[in-house]
């Protein structure tokens, strides 16, 4: 249950938005509920993201108050007992319903089209004035007032309850234009009628190709969900038995047959395959899987059978982690789009009264009503907020999907505006440049096997990859009684050991402890020289040796800083190495400014020393580097499988693969730049299309198709961020 000032992350499934103004209106409405913090309307992804410590009941009614439906987000059925009605599935295919209505408007549209073409273009009176304007009506009311009706229906709600959005404009264009054709029959006026079934009947053509268009924008997301396992084959009590994957339950021993999907995350108990994961990671080459390997669900098992304990279900499986990390992205908010925001929110009452004034301008300089009600009309029909409302969430929409389907999963929209600005990228070295897998490759002692011994009975009782590879190496699995243990964080551990005090650390440890190194400078020199963490070993200050212990650079660093220096990034190492060690690993991967002798809790400190410089980014294993992470303009987090560190970074990449942090930074760039495009066209079409239609220069049929184009234009061109390779 969830705590009075809890507040809680939740995302709502919207039905009914027909615009960008639709999605402010909503999204100002459930800001001004007591208990929301914060609300945000994705009108391309249909969602609202809401962080609050209200009931889902209060913000359901608010959303159906403004006349549209909401559920929350992963739910397809919802009974509201007290309401006395029933939530229904929302429609999974938005782009079917606008066709539908889109054909039906046309067969009677088309008509209407011939009739007025035939007489007032070529002069063909195959009717009288008032059959042809009857016969007009006639077609004009079931376009506008039957497949037209959900939109006429939201626009006079936008003059009851003052929340005005595009269908405002529509519906008040298509009526009067529709109601021009009823005067005619009584005073000397134009007849419109014919025209405002055309106006609807484009507009209905822009919705179906937007959102078809929308569509496509969001189908990552949807392969992602699709890419799951429908079934498995579980072991119980010696038979196998065929369920559906929403039956596994925590422990539950799955078979996977070559060629099949691994049904949920798990660990193998037994077999050995190589296991396609691809779809997760964006990584090519098979993943090698043994006994005791972390598998991670809809990842595909290529050659061998390996039987996996289900260890995660449901939300908790990587995949779903990943889909919910991608829908909060896309309900974030980007800076730049902030001045979309205030301008769609003024934009619908702004162009009524605009198209007032030009109704009135009109009919003093022309003293003709029918010329200033066209005039008026193709004011109200060219106004376009939805340009502007999706310029931005539909660039993040296929951004971030994409970024999905690579392993590269963006927390926060904001950071791709914020990752053009940087120019320094800071890499932290264990688990990042290197594999973050230590092994000792050296050992310098008289007494070898007791210093190992010593050694690893202190080092079994730290948590460190140091510590563990030096336990590794001992092989034992006896070891001595060791009191008085204490961790001395980034320099090393100390104990007693029968009586004797042991101290096991680095250089700058030694100097505090005041024990001198002078007898073995050469010995320590040849150690950091080869790139190892040196370990000096101590018995009552005494020393006994030292234990060289390296960690191997992954395949692919030196390659991804020679990118990010070619990309004119200032690339910085920082570590907890001394500096002849740090500096034998950064020259393997081309690195020329190291931070060295860094304590992990320093680490956020140094990264506020750099911002000064510039802005910065760092990339660092998402676990242990969290504040700096937090500290940096942005944070890449590096995870690897299912030990990902999702709330850590501002961009979480999947693998341990550095080149992702390339990928990732072309992505957010090629990302903010189609933002900017679409924004750019966005407010240049409204800019130039208004005042041009305030001239009298655009017929009101024309203004409609102008409007429906600048809305698909502006979605096509997001979709268009797919051919970017990133």
Same mark, same amino acid.
């Given at each position: 249950?969830?705590? @009075?000032?809890?507040?809680?992350?939740?995302?709502?499934?919207?039905?009914?938005?027909?615009?960008?103004?639709?999605?402010?209106?909503?999204?100002?409405?459930?800001?001004?509920?007591?208990?929301?913090?914060?609300?945000?309307?994705?009108?391309?992804?249909?969602?609202?993201?809401?962080?609050?410590?209200?009931?889902?009941?209060?913000?359901?009614?608010?959303?159906?108050? $403004?006349?549209?439906?909401?559920?929350?987000?992963?739910?397809?059925?919802?009974?509201?007992?007290?309401?006395?009605?029933?939530?229904?599935?929302?429609?999974?295919?938005?782009?079917?319903?606008?066709?539908?209505?889109?054909?039906?408007?046309?067969?009677?549209?088309?008509?209407?089209?011939?009739?007025?073409?035939?007489?007032?273009?070529?002069?063909?009176?195959?009717?009288?004035?008032?059959?042809?304007?009857?016969?007009?009506? /006639?077609?004009?009311?079931?376009?506008?007032?039957?497949?037209?009706?959900?939109?006429?229906?939201?626009?006079?709600?936008?003059?009851?309850?003052?929340?005005?959005?595009?269908?405002?404009?529509?519906?008040?264009?298509?009526?009067?234009?529709?109601?021009?054709?009823?005067?005619?029959?009584?005073?000397?006026?134009?007849?419109?009628?014919?025209?405002?079934?055309?106006?609807?009947?484009?507009? $209905?053509?822009?919705?179906?190709?937007?959102?078809?268009?929308?569509?496509?924008?969001?189908?990552?997301?949807?392969?992602?969900?699709?890419?799951?396992?429908?079934?498995?084959?579980?072991?119980?009590?010696?038979?196998?038995?065929?369920?559906?994957?929403?039956?596994?339950?925590?422990?539950?021993?799955?078979?996977?047959?070559?060629?099949?999907?691994?049904?949920?995350?798990?660990?193998?108990?037994?077999?050995?395959?190589?296991?396609?994961?691809?779809?997760?990671?964006?990584?090519?080459?098979?993943?090698?899987?043994?006994?005791?390997?972390?598998?991670?669900?809809?990842?595909?098992?290529?050659?061998?059978?390996?039987?996996?304990?289900?260890?995660? @279900?449901?939300?908790?499986?990587?995949?779903?982690? @990943?889909?919910? %990390?991608?829908?909060?992205?896309?309900?974030?908010?980007?800076?730049?789009?902030?001045?979309?925001?205030?301008?769609?929110?003024?934009?619908?009452?702004?162009? %009524?009264?605009?198209?007032?004034?030009?109704?009135?301008?009109?009919?003093?300089?022309?003293?003709?009503?029918?010329?200033? %009600?066209?005039?008026?009309?193709?004011?109200?029909?060219?106004?376009?907020?939805?340009?502007?409302?999706?310029?931005?969430?539909? /660039?993040?929409?296929?951004?971030?999907?994409?970024?999905?389907?690579?392993?590269?999963?963006?927390?926060?929209?904001?950071?791709?505006?914020?990752?053009?600005?940087?120019?320094?990228?800071?890499?932290?070295?264990?688990?990042?440049?290197?594999?973050?897998?230590?092994?000792?490759?050296?050992?310098?002692?008289?007494?070898?096997?007791?210093?190992?011994?010593?050694?690893?009975?202190?080092?079994?009782?730290?948590?460190?990859?140091?510590?563990?590879?030096?336990?590794?190496?001992?092989?034992?699995?006896?070891?001595?009684?060791?009191?008085?243990?204490?961790?001395?964080?980034?320099?090393?551990?100390?104990?007693? @050991?029968?009586?004797?005090?042991?101290?096991?650390?680095?250089?700058?440890?030694?100097?505090?402890?005041?024990?001198?190194?002078?007898?073995?400078?050469?010995?320590?020199?040849?150690?950091?020289?080869?790139?190892?963490?040196?370990?000096?070993?101590?018995?009552?200050?005494?020393?006994?040796?030292?234990?060289?212990?390296?960690?191997?650079?992954?395949?692919?660093?030196?390659?991804?800083?020679?990118?990010?220096?070619?990309?004119?990034?200032?690339?910085?190492?920082?570590?907890?190495?001394?500096?002849?060690?740090?500096?034998?690993?950064?020259?393997?991967?081309?690195?020329?400014?190291?931070?060295?002798?860094?304590?992990?809790?320093?680490?956020?400190?140094?990264?506020?020393?750099?911002?000064?410089?510039?802005?910065?980014?760092?990339?660092?294993?998402?676990?242990?580097?969290?504040?700096?992470?937090?500290?940096?303009?942005?944070?890449?987090?590096?995870?690897?499988?299912?030990?990902?560190?999702?709330?850590?970074?501002?961009?979480?990449?999947?693998?341990?693969?550095?080149?992702?942090?390339?990928?990732?930074?072309? %992505?957010?760039?090629?990302?903010?730049?189609?933002?900017?495009?679409?924004?750019?066209?966005?407010?240049?079409?409204?800019?130039?299309?208004?005042?041009? /239609?305030?001239?009298?220069?655009?017929?009101?049929?024309?203004?409609?198709?102008?409007? /429906?184009?600048?809305?698909?234009?502006?979605?096509?061109?997001?979709?268009?961020?797919?051919?970017?390779?990133?």
């Amino acid at each position: 249950m969830e705590g @009075i000032n809890e507040m809680v992350k939740k995302i709502f499934t919207v039905q009914g938005m027909h615009c960008a103004s639709c999605a402010k209106n909503i999204e100002n409405a459930v800001s001004k509920i007591k208990g929301i913090n914060s609300a945000f309307v994705n009108f391309a992804a249909g969602k609202l993201y809401v962080e609050s410590n209200v009931a889902d009941l209060e913000i359901l009614k608010i959303v159906e108050k $403004l006349g549209y439906n909401a559920i929350p987000a992963g739910e397809t059925k919802k009974k509201d007992k007290k309401a006395g009605h029933e939530h229904g599935k929302i429609e999974p295919d938005e782009a079917r319903s606008w066709k539908t209505r889109m054909i039906w408007a046309w067969i009677f549209t088309i008509p209407a089209a011939i009739i007025m073409l035939s007489s007032r273009i070529f002069g063909l009176m195959i009717f009288s004035d008032i059959i042809m304007t009857c016969i007009l009506l /006639a077609l004009a009311f079931p376009v506008i007032f039957i497949f037209g009706w959900k939109t006429i229906k939201s626009g006079a709600r936008g003059f009851t309850s003052f929340y005005f959005n595009m269908d405002s404009l529509i519906m008040l264009g298509t009526v009067i234009a529709f109601l021009t054709g009823i005067f005619s029959l009584f005073f000397s006026i134009q007849d419109y009628s014919g025209i405002s079934a055309m106006i609807m009947a484009f507009f $209905l053509t822009g919705k179906y190709v937007e959102s078809r268009a929308r569509g496509r924008a969001g189908q990552e997301i949807k392969k992602l969900l699709e890419i799951k396992a429908k079934k498995a084959v579980i072991l119980k009590q010696g038979k196998e038995i065929e369920i559906n994957v929403d039956e596994i339950v925590l422990g539950d021993v799955m078979i996977v047959k070559p060629g099949e999907k691994i049904p949920t995350d798990g660990l193998v108990i037994k077999g050995e395959s190589s296991v396609d994961e691809s779809m997760i990671s964006g990584e090519s080459m098979p993943v090698d899987k043994i006994k005791g390997s972390n598998v991670i669900g809809a990842t595909i098992n290529q050659d061998g059978i390996l039987y996996v304990k289900a260890t995660k @279900i449901g939300k908790d499986t990587f995949l779903s982690h @990943i889909i919910k %990390l991608v829908e909060e992205a896309q309900g974030s908010k980007i800076p730049i789009q902030k001045l979309a925001d205030k301008i769609t929110s003024i934009f619908v009452p702004f162009i %009524l009264v605009i198209s007032l004034l030009t109704f009135l301008g009109w009919l003093l300089l022309s003293n003709g009503i029918s010329r200033s %009600l066209e005039v008026a009309i193709s004011v109200l029909v060219i106004a376009c907020p939805c340009a502007l409302g999706l310029a931005t969430p539909t /660039a993040l929409m296929v951004g971030s999907g994409m970024g999905a389907r690579r392993g590269i999963l963006i927390r926060k929209g904001e950071a791709i505006q914020t990752m053009k600005e940087v120019k320094i990228i800071v890499f932290d070295k264990t688990g990042t440049i290197t594999k973050g897998k230590p092994e000792v490759r050296e050992v310098y002692s008289k007494n070898e096997k007791y210093l190992v011994e010593i050694v690893a009975s202190l080092e079994r009782l730290s948590e460190h990859p140091v510590a563990k590879a030096i336990v590794d190496y001992s092989g034992l699995n006896k070891f001595k009684s060791v009191k008085e243990f204490k961790i001395i964080r980034g320099k090393g551990v100390e104990g007693k @050991i029968n009586g004797k005090k042991i101290i096991i650390g680095n250089s700058i440890l030694m100097k505090e402890e005041g024990i001198f190194l002078k007898e073995f400078e050469e010995i320590i020199d040849k150690f950091e020289s080869k790139a190892y963490t040196t370990m000096i070993v101590t018995e009552n200050k005494k020393i006994l040796g030292m234990v060289g212990v390296a960690d191997t650079v992954k395949d692919d660093s030196f390659k991804a800083v020679s990118e990010l220096r070619k990309m004119k990034f200032r690339v910085i190492m920082i570590t907890g190495d001394n500096e002849r060690t740090a500096r034998a690993i950064a020259d393997q991967v081309g690195i020329r400014e190291v931070i060295a002798n860094v304590l992990p809790e320093d680490k956020a400190k140094k990264i506020e020393e750099l911002q000064k410089q510039g802005i910065v980014a760092f990339v660092g294993d998402g676990i242990n580097d969290a504040p700096a992470l937090k500290q940096a303009n942005v944070g890449i987090a590096i995870g690897t499988g299912t030990d990902i560190a999702i709330e850590s970074g501002d961009i979480v990449l999947a693998t341990g693969n550095l080149r992702g942090v390339v990928s990732a930074i072309k %992505l957010s760039k090629a990302t903010f730049r189609k933002i900017k495009q679409n924004l750019f066209w966005a407010f240049a079409y409204n800019i130039i299309a208004i005042p041009v /239609a305030i001239a009298g220069l655009l017929h009101p049929v024309i203004a409609e198709i102008a409007m /429906a184009a600048s809305s698909v234009t502006v979605v096509t061109n997001a979709n268009l961020l797919r051919k970017t390779r990133v």
